[in-house]
């Protein structure tokens, strides 16, 4: 058994994967050793400059969608994950270039458990990082301890860069700290808990924050500690408050918003949506009826919610409700709705079986005499309302969603998607197989050299595809 010795980053394994393969060395031939001690420093230099020698040399197509889990996956904590990465992009260029869509092979199924676990651990994060107040020299500034279970650190960075874009903080963990001065991330060595201040004025906050917001009918202890490891739990300021927040009543939230330099929005800020922690569909919906994350809440009648059945395997996501929907409360139920609903039955799919929602929740329009125009939301309202929408398919878990035009696909894709290339097609995003296809409303707005007929059947064509695969 040949020894592969590499730095244990994505970099340093792909690095070694890439000569592993030059040399046309089989998995079961290797075994994979992490450099990481000092006394190993010499020899990481010149592993990664060998590696880095012969991987110029080497030419392999490997699949862009396999690069991307492959980061993903190098960000666990199982030791086992080097070989098995190692292992899939054998088989990927030795014959199998399709494996990645067998979803019932071993290798790809544990491949994904190990993508989908860091994913969650990243999610977790978001949910549970509590910052306490601190100073450095004359600067205030925010310190969080925070225990992943993967190294999912970076993952967050832009979150928590836009979450908390006008503090000074850092997030100590014990692998590595990541930190903002208001205008760019950093990153240094682990840290132990010592490092992070212990309670204080923050804390006490974050603590008076969750006694009023929680509302002791809705909190669920339990579901919170499902979505936490015990090390995280016990690290929570409001961990302390569950019991007597059960027995306390809710007071009013605005003076202690107020008083908090932090967790103020400003009026000309967009916010993000903050959907409750352990939540279910009803208490998500609840939540968001009262969302003031971005401005379009003033004008719309109400925030429309998604819609379905709790055990939906498909999801269903447009682009924000219209005049009708937001008069209804309800998503697609005007013009693009109908047009949906015929589309969906000439594709043989029953609609009550889906989850109907939008990416973003309020209606916006500008107003035209008596009528409301629709205008497409702007990135920062997308952004802004995206919380939701990722609370929704987080809790649902779908086997495929499907991506109504091209607002839908950026927020679930997290990157621009031109939807006349793209339509029809699966692709790859953080919550699971996405597919890609029209807005309904796209039909009733066709220029007039395109024939309704055809474009309509190439929707269902689209949604029979969703058919296939649910
Ligand atoms: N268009 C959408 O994207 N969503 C709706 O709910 C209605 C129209």
């Keep these: 058994m040949q020894q592969v010795r590499f730095e244990p980053t994505f970099e340093g394994w792909r690095n070694a994967a890439r000569e592993s393969l030059a040399r046309g060395l089989p998995p079961e031939a290797l075994s994979w050793v992490e450099l990481t001690s000092p006394q190993s420093a010499l020899d990481l230099t010149s592993a990664n400059e060998s590696h880095k020698a012969a991987a110029t040399s080497s030419q392999f197509r490997i699949p862009r969608t396999y690069i991307e889990i492959a980061k993903t996956v190098a960000l666990h904590s199982s030791p086992r994950r080097w070989a098995l990465l190692y292992h899939v992009l054998w088989r990927l260029t030795h014959g199998e270039s399709k494996l990645l869509e067998v979803p019932v092979d071993p290798d790809v199924i544990e491949l994904m458990q190990l993508e989908s676990a860091v994913k969650k651990d990243a999610y977790r994060m978001r949910a549970f990082v509590r910052f306490r107040g601190t100073r450095l020299g004359e600067e205030p500034w925010f310190v969080a301890w925070y225990e992943p279970e993967h190294d999912t650190l970076a993952l967050n960075q832009k979150f928590f860069a836009e979450r908390f874009a006008n503090m000074r903080w850092s997030i100590l963990t014990p692998a590595r700290c990541m930190h903002w001065d208001g205008t760019v991330i950093t990153f240094s ?56 927040l059960l027995r306390e009543a809710p007071r009013r939230t605005a003076a202690m918003i107020a008083r908090s330099e932090f967790l103020r929005v400003r009026e000309t800020d967009y916010g993000l949506a903050q959907p409750p922690v352990g939540a279910d569909l009803q208490e998500l919906r609840s939540a968001a009826a009262g969302c003031r994350a971005c401005p379009l809440w003033k004008t719309a009648t109400c925030t429309v919610f998604g819609e379905g059945p709790r055990d939906a395997h498909i999801v269903l996501v447009g682009e924000q409700p219209g005049d009708g929907e937001d008069r209804a409360g309800k998503p697609f139920v005007g013009p693009a709705g109908q047009v949906l609903n015929d589309a969906l039955a000439q594709a043989g799919i029953d609609r009550r079986v889906l989850y109907v929602t939008n990416a973003v929740k309020h209606f916006k329009f500008e107003p035209r005499g008596k009528r409301r125009m629709h205008m497409t939301p702007a990135q920062q309202e997308i952004a802004a309302c995206r919380p939701w929408l990722e609370a929704e398919l987080r809790l649902l878990e779908p086997s495929l969603i499907v991506a109504l035009g091209a607002t839908a696909a ?58 296939a695969a649910a």
């Excluded at 840290?191 to 992070?196: E, L, M, S, T």
């Design 189 to 244: 060595p682990g840290a132990r808990k010592v490092h992070a201040p212990a309670g204080d004025g923050v804390e006490q906050l974050w603590v008076e924050y969750y006694s009023h917001i929680f509302n002791p009918a809705r909190i669920k202890p339990a579901a919170m500690q499902a979505q936490l490891l015990k090390r995280n739990w016990k690290n929570l300021p409001e961990a302390a408050v569950i019991e007597p």
């Design 410 to 467: 950026r927020s679930i894709l997290q990157t621009p998607v031109r939807v006349t290339q793209e339509r029809g097609r699966v692709l790859k995003s953080e919550f699971g197989s996405t597919l890609v296809t029209l807005h309904p409303s796209a039909l009733l707005r066709l220029p007039p050299d395109k024939d309704f007929r055809a474009e309509l059947d190439a929707f269902v064509a689209d949604l029979r595809k969703v058919r």
